[in-house]
């Protein structure tokens, strides 16, 4: 069975889908893709599907199972390199992928979700000087 | 239809027998008929082509225009007619040129005399008659095929992705939408967006004459193929009729940006991206 490798780079883990994926590699990748965003506790998941000439309903749910599992263990998941067929495609059969955020190519993911995180962070570190602040 | 054997061959003889008075006369028919509009030179060389071409044919027996045999003849008449169609003629004009040569053998079979004249001239103004609806079939077909052309070279003129500014494009629509036009605005975006990498497309409509639930249908595919992709879509140069008839045909935009000039989409994209415009202080004094 195809496996579909997971690579690290900094603070996010990065899947390169280049195989067709059936069932089991799907549920491989899922199994996989968790168990590396505990292991390592990123924060970002970003799915290059450049190489994909084909986004049916299958992978489809696919990509947003992966999108709900890394959002329960709080990693922001991006989709990156749809082909313009594939969206074209996608559009013409009314398929929506719900929930999963978009981005150009690798760099504009790894943007995305830095900015994400950056928010996250400003929001923690404002909390507790305005606790402080709050009760002299 | 066809000529027989013994016909083609008196054809044959009747044409290639006086061969320069043949084609002085013919080329004089169809000079008259063009008033000027192609060289004496010109002309006698096509009709020479085509003489030569009856001649060959006739020679090999019996004439069918639809034959295998005729395949020089339908070649020099295609040929004609694809010269005349790119030259601007009018069908008429093109298939006289042909229609010339009944004149031209009437005068021949007349002179030549003989107990089947009439019987020899009717077959042969048949087979004139089919090398003309050839002709003229060939004419339209050459013209069919320079609409098809243009309008393809219209398809690739009229939809252009311009660069913005770093990381934005536009394109700017002009004329109506139909659904190839649609196609191949998308295709374009699209694969702009991907090769220059930007996040952010405006798609300006201020060219668009008037906006349908078709035509915004077709943009709305667009916007939502860039987000699937991960690129946002803006649409500007709404006029205000435009924005009445969207409203009037219940169309929804959802939450796609809207702008009613150019201008604004690009503020607003460079708000979006983080870029600061600060307007400069004029300069007091001095």
Avoid at chain 2, 79 to 84: A, F, Q, V
Wanted: with cysteine; charged share 25%.
């Amino acid at each position: 069975m195809e496996r579909v490798p997971i690579l690290k780079i900094g603070d996010i883990l990065l899947v390169s889908i280049q195989v067709d994926m059936s069932d089991q590699t799907a549920v491989q990748l899922q199994e996989d893709l968790a168990e590396r965003i505990v292991d390592t506790g990123c924060h970002g998941v970003i799915i290059d599907i450049t190489a994909l000439d084909i986004v049916d309903s299958f992978v489809g749910r696919m990509l947003s199972t992966i999108a709900s599992i890394s959002k329960v263990l709080d990693a922001e998941t991006v989709v990156v390199g749809m082909r313009p067929a594939v969206a074209i495609t996608l559009v013409e059969l009314g398929l929506s992928l719900n929930g999963i955020r978009t981005a150009l190519n690798v760099e504009r993911g790894m943007e995305l979700i830095a900015a994400a995180h950056a928010d996250e962070l400003d929001y923690q570190l404002d909390d507790d000087p305005d606790a402080e602040t709050a009760t002299p | 239809m066809a000529l027989s054997t013994e016909e083609s061959g008196r054809l044959a003889a009747l044409l290639s027998g006086q061969a320069d008075r043949v084609t002085s006369r013919w080329t004089e028919i169809v000079t008259s008929s063009l008033r000027g509009r192609l060289s004496q030179a010109e002309l006698r060389r096509q009709v020479q082509d085509l003489h030569s071409a009856i001649v060959a044919t006739s020679e090999q027996g019996d004439i069918d225009l639809s034959a295998d045999n005729a395949a020089e003849l339908r070649a020099a008449l295609a040929d004609l007619s694809r010269g005349r169609a790119r030259q601007g003629f009018s069908a008429t004009e093109t298939t006289v040129s042909i229609f010339a040569l009944k004149d031209v053998l009437a005068e021949l079979v007349q002179e030549a005399g003989g107990a089947n004249a009439l019987n020899d001239y009717v077959a042969f103004a048949k087979l004139v008659d089919e090398m003309g609806l050839f002709t003229f079939e060939s004419f339209v077909r050459t013209r069919e095929s320079l609409i098809a052309d243009q309008a393809e070279q219209l398809l690739e003129l009229s939809t252009p992705v311009v660069k913005l500014w770093e990381g934005v494009v536009a394109v700017p629509l002009v004329g109506t939408l139909d659904s190839a036009r649609a196609q191949v605005v998308m295709e374009r975006l699209l694969q702009t967006l991907v090769d220059t990498s930007s996040p952010y497309a405006i798609i300006d409509i201020t060219g668009v004459p008037a906006v349908d639930t078709q035509v915004a249908q077709h943009i709305l595919k667009t916007v939502v193929a860039a987000r699937l992709m991960g690129a946002d879509c803006i649409i500007s140069g709404i006029r205000p009729q435009i924005a009445q008839t969207i409203v009037a045909l219940g169309i929804e935009f959802g939450d796609i940006a809207t702008k009613a000039s150019l201008a604004d989409a690009l503020r607003h994209v460079l708000r979006l991206s983080g870029v600061e415009t600060a307007r400069r202080q004029p300069r007091r004094g001095a």
